[in-house]
């Protein structure tokens, strides 16, 4: 493993049940990158953040986070070793405030940032701090996900679709967060179906089809591998 490279997935096999969704993946994310998994909705992209962070069944192959050998651990063991899992669904806990819902997770470094530097980051968070969970809008909900695992001090990320649904210019402002994030070397893995938001914010782009990584490329690339990416994605 290079000195540079946080996260390394190799001959990864994840299960539910009986069901056999990833077949043999293999990528890897250097410090302070943007990785994003394209493809289309059944490819493995999602099994493959919830398998990084022990949430499917079986797992066989290797993951290394920052050195460390993962594939047997359980998801709270994984997640003190900094890695942040923003799921889909977002998880946003109705019944909470805003900023009640930010100071559930425990921390799992000192490096995670104050309330402070994340209202700093995520004004809207700040104007909504004392409204309940259900009361903000989706764009409000994905600004609190991303928000929280920042605070734990997470410094590897795995987003899911984080843009899905959302108006364009909260769309933009998380585009901006991701930018800010690569400025201070957090390593980011993003699965997105919205190419348009993914290929700016991505050094390198992994097309996922049938739970395996079929191609890779870089974003200096994209131009001339548009026709790879028309018979992948249709974009």
């Not at 919830?50 to 651990?73: D, F, H």
């Not at 590897?156 to 769309?171: F, H, K, M, N, Q």
């Not at 967060?177 to 690569?182: F, H, V």
């Not at 089809?209 to 200096?220: D, M, P, S, T």
Request: proline residues 3%; neutral net charge; glycine residues 10%.
């Amino acid at each position: 493993m290079s000195a540079t490279e946080y996260l390394r997935v190799s001959d990864l096999h994840a299960f539910y049940g009986e069901s056999h969704i990833l077949h043999g993946m293999d990528f890897s994310v250097r410090r302070g990158e943007c990785v994003s998994l394209l493809g289309r909705n059944g490819a493995g992209r999602t099994t493959t953040l919830r398998a990084l962070m022990g949430l499917t069944g079986r797992r066989t192959g290797s993951i290394m986070v920052n050195g460390r050998e993962v594939v047997g651990l359980s998801p709270h063991k994984i997640a003190q070793l900094g890695v942040g899992y923003c799921p889909e669904e977002r998880g946003i806990y109705a019944g909470l405030s805003c900023e009640e819902n930010l100071l559930l997770p425990p921390r799992v470094s000192s490096g995670g940032m104050s309330i402070d530097e994340l209202y700093a980051m995520f004004p809207n968070l700040k104007e909504r701090r004392h409204s309940q969970g259900t009361r903000l809008s989706g764009g409000e909900q994905q600004m609190l996900a991303m928000a929280r695992i920042l605070r734990t001090g997470a410094r590897l990320l795995l987003l899911d679709e984080i843009s899905e649904g959302l108006a364009p210019v909260i769309v933009q402002k998380l585009a901006e967060i991701i930018g800010e994030l690569k400025k201070r070397d957090y390593t980011i893995v993003l699965v997105e179906q919205n190419f348009r938001f993914a290929a700016p914010l991505a050094d390198r782009m992994c097309i996922v089809e049938h739970g395996q990584v079929v191609a890779e490329i870089a974003n200096h690339e994209l131009a001339e591998k548009q026709p790879l990416l028309q018979q992948y994605l249709g974009v």
